[in-house]
């Protein structure tokens, strides 16, 4: 089965882009998704976690997510650690997903494809761009949070020219109209690549 990364920067739009190849009757797997749920639904994650955070990691049994971001935010190497607790759950189950999967491609959405140095688990990556005003806008409006905010976030990410010039594909998601159109292309030219 050929997996399709689609990854990009925070409010760079991956989830409108997922939905783009949904409709042509691609499976798509969110990873930051499945990644909360299970890190609400597995036990072995959950012990894990508060053996890394303390109790505060879960409040009435659901993931703290407000605590654990200010834990991350002052300790980076706690982001690390509970990437290695999560992410190999998440591939995992991933692997049980894709199995069960007929179409001619799937998409896998990850936001840190590169920072992590997995594009070897991809086949082809699709990376999606935007105006930096935009996608600050774009999350101002989603997660209710301050533009500081925002741009502390996008500084930590890796720089969308460093993503376009490791990726297959680029979709710049400035306007509905126009990137649609750019993922119906990408989707023909990976049917083209794989028939």
């Keep these: ?110 936001a840190i494809i590169f920072e992590n140095n997995l594009e070897y688990q991809y086949d082809y990556i699709i990376t999606v761009t935007a105006d930096k005003d935009l996608r600050i806008e774009r999350v101002m409006r989603r997660d209710d949070v301050s533009a500081e905010k925002v741009k502390s976030i996008i500084r930590n990410q890796l720089s969308d020219k460093e993503k376009v010039e490791k990726s297959d594909f680029i979709i710049e998601n400035n306007d509905l109209e126009t990137s649609k159109k750019q993922a119906q292309e990408i989707h023909q030219n990976i049917l083209k690549k794989i028939s």
């Design 1 to 110: 089965m050929i997996v399709v990364g689609l990854t990009g920067g925070i409010g760079s739009g991956k989830t409108t882009i997922a939905k783009y190849f949904e409709s042509f009757g691609i499976p798509i797997y969110i990873a930051d998704k499945e990644a909360k749920a299970l890190m609400n639904r597995s036990k072995v994650i959950k012990r894990k976690l508060v053996e890394l955070f303390g109790p505060s990691a879960y409040k009435k049994n659901e993931l703290n997510r407000e605590y654990l971001a200010s834990k991350i935010f002052s300790d980076k190497s706690l982001l690390s650690k509970m990437n290695a607790i999560v992410h190999p759950k998440v591939a995992s189950h991933f692997k049980r997903w894709l199995k069960k999967q007929k179409a001619p491609y799937v998409i896998k959405e990850a």
